[in-house]
């Protein structure tokens, strides 16, 4: 299996993206459920469960397991390396059964390897959906699987509902020599990444990625320019990468949203994100000017 800590080429090919599942896994849904002995993937909050094998960790296997816990159901969601694939969602008040190992998904310094990492936030998207969306926000009432399909309509009033993915803007901003990176106060010490946000109401992408520079930092942008994007599925969002060219304005950190927003010289960077991201793919491939 392929490692986190790889070079990427292309954003294509980040973890979370559904290409680097295409050899290893086939999605389905419940009611395509096949039977049978299977795999895993159990989630306990943002950790994903696994086996320690004397190679390395892996989704159990098997029927399910007497000792897992007996009131919450399983979902089919395909099929994992020719056998069914069920997601469960392990409470976080139960103790975990003999020979599981918790592996953080949002940890900056994983060492799963892709497939895993991926068929894991691909399950947390699921079972967000699934646990937001058993009651209609129209009116109320249970909703009902559509057949094939993640979609799900109301039984009381028939709206319809799909899952909700959010899109985000995230964006380096650079002048020459330096690029400007942000943080957060709950990442890791000493690391900082790229300036992002959500899209709001009646705005594209651009137009969220030079706002959210404004409001964060109150540096303007021009010459703004389209790089790639990622699933990020934390629990929903779908992160479009840009790289902008200062274009005037002093640093004011909005210390509501940041921890710290500096300029840093390119020769002489901070503590980054994980490989595994897409702000780290555009500072290793537009750093420099």
Known sequence: MSSTD????SPLHLPFNSSCLQKHFQPGTPDQEPGGAGYWVLLRGSELLLQQHADGVQLPYGMRSPDWP????????????DAPCRLLNWPENIPLAEGLVPCQLRDWGTSLPIELLSLGGLANQ???WESNSRFCSRCGGPMLRLPREWGKRCEACAAVHFPHI?????????????????RKAEWPD?????????????ECLEEAAVREIAEETGVRVNNLRYVGSQCWPFPTQLMAGFIADYAGGELVVDYGELADARWFSV??????PP?????????????HM
């Not at 790889?6 to 080429?9: E, G, K, P, V």
């Not at 899109?167 to 380096?172: D, Q, Y």
């Not at 020769?267 to 980054?272: C, E, Q, S, V, W």
């Open 6 to 9: 790889a070079y990427f080429s």
């Open 70 to 81: 007996l009131l919450v159901g399983e979902l089919s969601i395909g099929i994992w390396q």
């Open 126 to 128: 699921i079972w967000h």
């Open 166 to 182: 959010h899109p985000c803007a995230i964006t380096l901003v650079r002048r020459p020599g330096e690029v400007l990176l942000t």
């Open 190 to 202: 000493g690391h900082y990444s790229l300036v992002a946000g959500f899209v709001n109401f009646g």
């Open 267 to 272: 020769d002489a960077l901070p503590l980054m």
């Open 275 to 287: 490989r595994r991201s897409i702000s780290r793919y555009i500072l290793d491939h537009y750093l």
